[in-house]
């Protein structure tokens, strides 16, 4: 088949959020994504079902600015929670549950949903997390591959920054983002590969595609990947961070960069690919340590600490942050870089409290606060 890259608005943003699904008495997974989606008319086809009935799917439509994702994603969850509670439901951020095991997830009822279970087996059934992704509007297929293969090093980078998944079935995992390796089990998962150009990435997926590989591009589960029907370069690598405000920041960071990336191909910037072991072990290395770590430099020479790391790829976006106006949800990025990521307050509430129930009741009542806090 010949894939078409539709034309996009660039730079524009979509943001979708997997919303954990809560019961307030056990504080496990809940699976009333149906009953909430029913009672959301007002914002029908913004929340959507997700591959179990505990998860929500909150999109934002395209926004032309980061204001305008500001105002969608808090006006939305706003209704979400008022819906939620209606429904006897709590709220929370997390790329995993701490202790609600993935045997006991429902599987929406969808065809496409029953089919990936089918082919898929018990790869899909562990399928008990939950992400953040970026939508960045690009002006065409070309060019979405030349920014894709400049950005792809700072891919661990903004996974450090979002890690927020320290915990599977009850059990400390010595890791801040563990999603990442549930992710990973997926067939056609994990880091991109670089491609010469559209020609080559279109004749990969029509390989997937006439060796019945995958029926739908939507399968391409990489953790960025190029959205040919929206137009956009998706990134999908982030664990759901435990805030909106860090969600913000986080996609403010994306924006630049791809600003920053788009330039320097306009202005034939010379790019040497940093070889794919590089980014590879840097990304085990956010999941691992979060920004605790050392990131391995783009030369293969030395490691950095992921914080520094961080500072040196503000310091390059900067001018693409002062023309895009972006600077207050920037300094979002440097305060996660500068205190905790969602998984070390995740470690912290549980060394005070001794309960991963704890963990679930303070974080879900603190992104209650914070909708509450941004409405008043």
């Known amino acids: 088949m010949d894939l078409e890259f539709k034309p996009s608005e660039p730079l524009t943003l979509g943001i979708e ?3 954990q699904l809560i019961d307030p008495v056990t504080l496990e997974l809940k699976h009333t994504s149906t009953e909430i989606i029913e009672g959301l008319k007002g914002i029908e086809g913004t929340v959507k079902h997700e591959f179990f009935l505990s998860n929500l799917e909150l999109n934002t439509p395209v926004c032309r600015t980061m204001e305008e994702a500001e105002e969608r994603l808090y006006g939305e969850l706003a209704l ?5 509670r209606r429904q006897d439901t709590l709220l929370w951020l997390s790329g995993t549950h701490p202790f609600s095991p993935w045997r006991g997830q429902r599987l929406t009822d969808k065809p496409r949903y029953r089919m990936l279970a ?11 997390i939950f992400g953040l992704h970026v939508h960045v509007g690009i002006g065409d297929g070309q060019r979405c591959i030349d920014i894709m293969n400049r950005v792809l090093y700072y891919l661990p980078h903004l996974l450090a920054l979002s890690v927020n998944s320290p915990f599977w079935e009850g059990e400390p995992t010595g890791l801040h983002s563990y999603r ?6 997926l067939p056609i998962a994990g880091l991109p590969f670089y491609f010469k150009d559209w020609d080559e990435y279109k ?19 990489w953790d960025m ?12 690598i982030c664990d759901m961070p435990l805030t909106l405000k860090e969600v913000l920041a986080i996609t403010a960071l994306i924006q630049a960069l791809v600003r920053k990336t788009g330039r320097d191909v306009e202005e034939g910037i010379s790019f040497r690919r940093p070889h794919s072991a590089i980014t590879r072990e840097n990304k085990w290395r956010a999941a691992r340590y979060g920004l605790d770590g050392r990131f391995i430099t783009a030369d293969g020479r030395d490691t950095v600490p992921v914080r520094k790391a961080i500072e040196d790829v503000l310091s390059m976006v900067e001018e693409d942050v002062k023309r895009l106006g972006t600077g207050m949800y920037i300094d979002g990025v440097e305060e996660i870089a500068s205190s905790r990521t969602g998984s070390s307050i995740q470690i912290a509430e549980y060394e005070k409290e001794g309960s991963l129930k704890a963990v679930v009741r303070e974080l879900s009542r603190r ?3 914070e909708v509450k806090g941004w409405q008043s």
Do not use: M, Q
């Open 367 to 369: 992104l209650e606060r």
């Open 17 to 19: 959020l997997e919303i």
């Open 203 to 221: 004749s990969v997926v029509n390989t997937y595609l006439v060796t019945d590989t995958i029926t739908t591009i939507r399968e391409i589960w």
């Open 180 to 185: 990442t390796k549930v992710l990973e089990n």
């Open 80 to 84: 979400i929670l008022e819906e939620a």
């Open 118 to 128: 089918e082919r898929l087996g018990i790869v899909s059934r562990r399928f008990n």
């Open 225 to 236: 990947r190029p959205h040919p029907d929206f137009g956009t370069l998706e990134f999908r």
